[in-house]
């Protein structure tokens, strides 16, 4: 079989990479110049199976109003009235109920567990150099109702065979004592040692390496999709600005422009750029050796090696992409006030801007379509690092079973592949 990858981003790589180790002859296509130039550039580095909440909550549902009248900092929303953005808005609200977070989280555990193994198999037959380490990760808060629902997850995360503990304030600064004098107003966090960090955009790099190197993958930049060639309901292809390029399946993996490209097709995808910003700073003797996030700034730091990458902030600015200063700004001060002896803040470069492609439950779509031939592997949201892996193989043993399958010919299975 040979596939189209539409996306070179670390879903579309390690996409191709799960397809081509199965046998099928994979291309990616991806318009960037360059592999891993989307949100997978400069994210917040956190390899994060033990922290895979659901953004869509009964806590989120509570700061809604102040993020409505823009008084939220850390969680922009530019008015709109497009209908794909009010629906997706309808369905997070649906998701923010207890039971909704309950199988969702179970869910998302699901698929973390299976990622955490993928890229574990990945890395025990290849040797690829990405800044990777267990740092564990600690998340601390300020408030008691946060450390409580916190808690509450961790259990259900333990019980899942996840390792969290529950740390007082005191707890924190001793597995973290750089932050003490800092963090002086904590309540109390969770500890996951088993949690990794590691940097998305040579992860993607060299995996994309071994993919053409050792599996004889395609790789075309520079080539925007223009949109699938099609002959009757069977894809045959797509098409680029240089023609049409045949392929026996596609799969769509183009993060936050996913849904505009299917919505032609009509296949609604609910999908919303939520732009995050991040910069790096090279780290000092004080950086943090764990991977941290700030529960109530919903801000993290990573270190990679001798730099501290920081990342944070959720705008719903439609489809502007461009990188705000003030927000930059916003997010810088945010953090040197926070922790201002990790690294030399003089140094922290231009900053980056990048659109995490949100689903209203928080989880991926990864699945065949009602287009036969056609898969998603996409919505990957505020964890495309955390659950690339795992949802690369979901979506590659999928397709590798329907392919081979007698039933693929039989209409019966098409009614069912037809369900969205
Ligand atoms: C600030 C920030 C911090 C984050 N921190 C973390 C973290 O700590 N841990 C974690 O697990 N996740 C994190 N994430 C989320 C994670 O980065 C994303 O979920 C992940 O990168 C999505 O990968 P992707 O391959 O789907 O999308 P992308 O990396 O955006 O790739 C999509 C690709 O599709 C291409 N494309 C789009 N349209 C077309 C077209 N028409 N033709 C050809 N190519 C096209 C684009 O050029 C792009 O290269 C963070 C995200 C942000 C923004």
């Given amino acids: 079989m040979h596939v189209a990858v539409l996306g070179a981003g ?79 808005g309808a369905y997070f609200l649906g998701n923010c109920t207890e039971p909704k977070v309950t199988s969702n989280l179970d869910n998302a555990i699901s698929l973390a567990l299976e990622s955490r193994t993928a890229l574990q198999n990945l890395l025990a037959f290849h040797s690829i150099s990405f800044r990777y380490k267990q740092a564990g990760k600690l998340v601390v808060t300020r408030d008691k109702s946060t450390l409580n629902r916190m808690q509450h997850a961790a259990k259900i995360k333990t019980g899942r065979g996840i390792e969290t503990q529950v740390l007082s304030s005191q707890e924190c600064w001793q597995t973290e004592p750089v932050i003490e004098p800092h963090y002086r107003d904590i309540v109390g966090g969770i500890y996951a040692p088993g949690d990794h960090v590691g940097d998305a955009r040579r992860f993607t790099n060299a995996l994309a390496q071994i993919c053409i190197d050792q599996y004889g993958v395609d790789i075309r930049l520079k080539q925007k999709v223009l949109g699938l060639a099609t002959d009757d309901d069977k894809i045959v292809g797509i098409r680029t600005g240089e023609g049409v390029f045949s392929a026996d399946s596609v799969v769509v993996c183009m993060g936050a422009a996913s849904a505009k490209f299917l919505s032609r097709y009509n296949i609604p995808l609910l999908i919303e750029p939520l732009k995050g910003y991040s910069f ?141």
């Fill in 280 to 420: 790096t700073i090279p780290a000092s003797d004080q950086a943090p050796s764990v991977s941290l996030t700030d529960a109530d700034h919903k801000l993290v730091f990573a270190r990679l090696h001798s730099e501290m990458r920081i990342a944070g902030l959720a705008d719903f600015d439609g489809d502007d992409m461009s990188l705000k200063e003030d927000r930059l700004a916003t997010l810088k001060s945010f953090a040197e006030r926070l922790l201002p002896n990790i690294g030399d803040y003089g140094h922290s470069g231009t900053g980056w801007v990048g659109a995490r492609p949100m689903t209203p439950d928080g989880l991926p779509i990864t699945r065949a379509t009602k287009i036969n031939n056609l898969y998603l592997n996409t919505g990957h949201g505020m964890l495309g690092w955390t659950f690339a892996c795992g949802s690369a193989e979901r979506i590659a043993e999928i397709m590798t079973r329907y392919h081979s399958g007698a039933a693929h010919q039989t209409g019966a299975t098409n009614q069912k592949r037809a369900v969205q």
């Fill in 10 to 88: 670390v879903i579309g790589v390690t996409t191709a990479y799960a397809l081509a180790k199965r046998g099928c002859k994979v291309t990616i296509f991806d318009q960037a110049s360059s592999i891993a130039a989307g949100a997978s550039f400069a994210n917040g580095a956190q390899i994060s199976y033990s922290f895979v909440d659901p953004m869509a909550s009964p806590a989120m549902l509570k700061k809604i109003p102040s993020i409505l009248l823009g008084k939220d900092p850390n969680i922009k929303q530019k008015p709109s009235l497009e209908p794909a953005h009010l629906k997706w």
